[in-house]
């Protein structure tokens, strides 16, 4: 904060006091200029008869530093409001609802429709792609007589293997390495080529 005071001295000067006013300021509300003047009439009065335009310069300056003070307390007290008022807010954030059985059973609701609703949007979008074929896993929740069915199905069938034997005609020509023929074949050591 700053201020410039200008002072003019009267005819009879100590004895009547002298006309003051303030040229400029700087960072001072209306009112800390209007605490400035009623300052210098009190001062001026208090010190009729005496030199005062020191004892009036010096009044100034005490009152712009009380001022300044109170302008780093205000500022503070801002700034701590502000952290209690975030702290608050982080509080609020971490604390959030209280589960209750309404609040509880309203956001079940709530949940188990969005659910319903994401499925049919599921559902829908398969059978726009015509993916309409259903999983092992949902087959299984559909009939849970299908773990049997392989079972009774190889019984039915009488555990015959059927094998085409045209498939190995041609065995001659296949390359397949001998055991016995290997020089570093080890049976008793396994790690052996």
Known sequence: VQTTLKFTYREKYPDETP??????????????????????????????????????????????????????????????????????????????????????????????????????????EEEQAGKNKLSGKQLFEMDHNLDTSDIQFLEEAGNNVEVDESLFQEMDDLELEDEEDDPDYNPVNLDSD
């Open 19 to 124: 006309l003051y006013e303030i040229v400029s300021q700087e960072n001072l509300d209306d009112n800390d200029v209007m605490d400035i003047i009623k300052l210098l009439e009190q001062q001026a009065e208090e010190n009729l008869g005496m030199v005062m335009i020191f004892t009036l310069v010096s009044a100034v300056q005490e009152k712009l530093n009380e001022i300044v003070d109170q302008i780093k307390t205000r500022r503070e007290e801002e700034k701590k409001q502000k952290e209690r008022e975030a702290e608050e807010e982080e509080k609020q954030r971490f604390h959030g609802t209280p589960v209750t059985i309404e609040n509880f059973l309203n956001w079940k609701a709530k949940f188990d429709a969005e659910l319903l609703e994401i499925k049919r949007k599921k559902m829908k």
